[in-house]
């Protein structure tokens, strides 16, 4: 306590070497006022003390810091006896977004055997866009967590390199887990169109509707008017989440042919799917869309019909 010069955090530093964990937890919030670097100090040895609670609020605070002794005080909380300090200091490592955290989370992911260890280090790699993650996250395509290689599909997406994507395009189509695919669909979106179109081709037909889904938000973000056809098919899609983000893709890209799909939507009992059509065609606002909005100011969801006066307005001003 006597090495901190600054009343206050010599006052915090009594507080934490308390015998009572409750006054304890209270100086870790009051951690974060303090302005002072040192105040770094005084949080790592909190994210070590032998109340799960104390540790626990540490780790909710700790993205209020910016130290590179705070990644590394963060990585040994993913090793932590609590569940509860092991999820807060995954959240918070991903939050760090630290380019000096980079060089000990590397390092970490070398050594670490444990699934949650590694899948929050390549969670809190994928912001930093370091380079030389690539090769790490490469390796771990290959685990039998299913949760490392969602991990790892994302951080290859994160860093948007042309030579990563046929690890991705082979993991969005024949990865045996529905999250991993639907991640490896949703890394394909820094892609030239042409280059994933086939890929995203097969999975509109993938068995499990988010995957499908996802597919429909890919075409929507890499502007591929070449997929048009497999959006119009999609509005018939047996799960209307699947139609819902198809109807949203079509007015995306805009194009007067997949009118007909959108009015057809406009009329589906569902009325989250209704209002996707509205705003779809709000959004293409050619003559054609005018029947399909003009009914839909009746429709009996007042969501709907709030949508429709929207879409008639944009239709007007065309």
Request: net charge negative; charged share 30%; glycine share 4%.
């Amino acid at each position: 306590m006597n090495v901190f010069h600054d009343p206050e955090l010599r006052e915090l530093a009594e507080r934490l070497a308390s015998p009572d964990p409750g006054l304890r937890r209270v100086a870790v919030l009051d951690l974060v006022d303090c302005p002072e670097p040192e105040a770094v100090t005084l949080l790592i040895q909190a994210l070590r003390d032998p109340d799960p609670q104390v540790r626990q609020e540490a780790a909710k605070v700790v993205d209020e810091f910016e130290s590179e002794d705070m990644a590394d005080a963060l990585i040994a909380a993913l090793n932590d006896s609590d569940e509860v300090v092991r999820n807060a200091a995954a959240h918070a490592l991903s939050d760090l977004k630290d380019p000096a955290a980079a060089k000990p989370l590397l390092a970490a992911l070398e050594e670490s055997r444990d699934p949650f260890v590694v899948a929050g280090i390549l969670r809190a790699l994928k912001p930093l866009r370091e380079p030389a993650a690539r090769e790490p996250a490469l390796a771990r395509l290959e685990a039998d967590d299913a949760t490392i290689r969602r991990e790892a599909v994302g951080l290859l997406g994160w860093l948007k390199e042309e030579r990563n994507l046929p690890a991705l395009i082979q993991r969005a189509r024949d990865d045996d887990d529905a999250e991993v695919r639907r991640a490896a669909v949703g890394a394909l979106v820094y892609a030239e169109p042409d280059s994933v179109a086939e890929a995203l081709r097969q999975v509109v037909s993938d068995p499990h509707w988010q995957v499908r889904a996802e597919a429909m938000n890919s075409i929507a973000k890499l502007n591929h008017q070449d997929s048009l056809p497999l959006l119009i098919e999609a509005t018939r899609d047996s799960t209307w989440q699947v139609r819902e983000k198809a109807a949203d893709a079509i007015g995306k890209l805009g194009r007067v042919e997949g009118i007909p799909a959108l009015g057809e939507c406009s009329r589906d009992a569902m009325s989250n799917l209704r209002k996707a059509a509205i705003g779809a065609l709000g959004a293409i606002a050619h003559e054609q869309c005018r029947p399909y909005i003009q009914t839909a100011l009746d429709d009996p969801d007042p969501d709907v019909r709030k949508l429709a006066r929207w879409a008639q307005s944009k239709l007007s001003a065309a």
